[in-house]
């Protein structure tokens, strides 16, 4: 009787704690391992796992999939990139990102039969940026200037910033060589020199020092390096369009296209010029 008291004992306990160890293992490489059986490579696990990070799984399939051939590129160029993976993105909507990397498998992105650098960013200015134009990218010629004009649809094509000149100022010294940054001067003592074609902020002056455009969008904390200043009620107001650097594929642009019908390659030769899309 003791003995079938244990059995007994011991199957409850192990129908309390199936529920919990199968939710473990269902995460991460675990969701994957188990998802129908499919035989999914090492590499291919990867990437679906960086395209829930990189895209949301609600897009359009034709999207989705430039994305898992973007992100299996830059996997190809640097096999030990850190990989992250956005989880809820992941259990909501595995079956159509795993469809979507499983349809484009092993195909990646190059130009001269070298991969290339597969760069992308959520929202465009509604011009996408030529590398030719960018300190430090002018050697990607696969990296050119198209128009995104339906980007100006997206909720953060446009974003409004208020700063008070004195935070603006505190964000601003470090890049500045100690110099002191006076606050009642911003933002007319910020000097913008050059533009690049769609719009993107490259060079900007203080005094005897020139500034990167994204070292200051960075420093500010901006959506985009494609900004404006005013002053407005003792404030400054900073107008940004974009969202991301504005190289590569627009998310947005391509998601966009994906409803008008184009699939995937078309996607990748519109926003990447003179490539090819290869195993």
Do not use: W
Request: hydrophobic content about 35%; charged content about 30%.
């Amino acid at each position: 009787m003791k003995e079938k008291l244990k059995l007994y004992g011991a199957v409850f306990i192990l129908i309390l704690f199936v529920p919990c160890l199968l939710t473990i293992y269902f995460q991460g490489e675990g969701l994957l391992s188990g998802f129908a059986g499919r035989e999914l490579s090492d590499t291919e696990k990867k990437v679906i796992r960086l395209v829930s990070e990189e895209m949301p799984g609600s897009y359009e399939t034709e999207a989705l999939k430039a994305q898992a051939v973007i992100a299996r590129t830059n996997l190809y160029r640097d096999p030990d990139m850190e990989i992250k993976e956005n989880e809820d993105n992941l259990k909501e909507n595995l079956d159509r990102i795993t469809f979507c990397v499983e349809d484009t498998r092993g195909k990646i992105l190059t130009c001269k039969g070298e991969p290339i650098d597969a760069a992308y960013h959520a929202v465009s200015s509604k011009r996408t940026r030529n590398a030719a134009e960018v300190p430090g990218q002018e050697d990607k010629t696969y990296l050119a200037s198209v128009d995104s004009s339906q980007d100006i649809k997206a909720e953060e094509y446009l974003t409004i910033v208020y700063m008070e000149k004195k935070e603006m100022a505190g964000k601003l010294e470090p890049l500045l060589e100690k110099e002191k940054v006076d606050p009642e001067k911003l933002p007319d003592s910020l000097k913008i020199q050059e533009r690049d074609s769609a719009g993107y902020v490259t060079k900007i002056q203080y005094g005897e020092i020139t500034l990167n455009g994204e070292a200051v969008r960075a420093a500010l904390g901006l959506p985009s390096a494609c900004f404006y200043f005013s002053q407005l009620e003792g404030r400054v107001r900073i107008t940004v369009k974009g969202l991301g650097h504005g190289l590569g594929m627009s998310q947005y642009g391509a998601n966009e296209m994906a409803k008008e019908g184009k699939d995937y390659r078309e996607i990748l030769n519109y926003y990447y010029q003179d490539i090819r899309i290869e195993k």
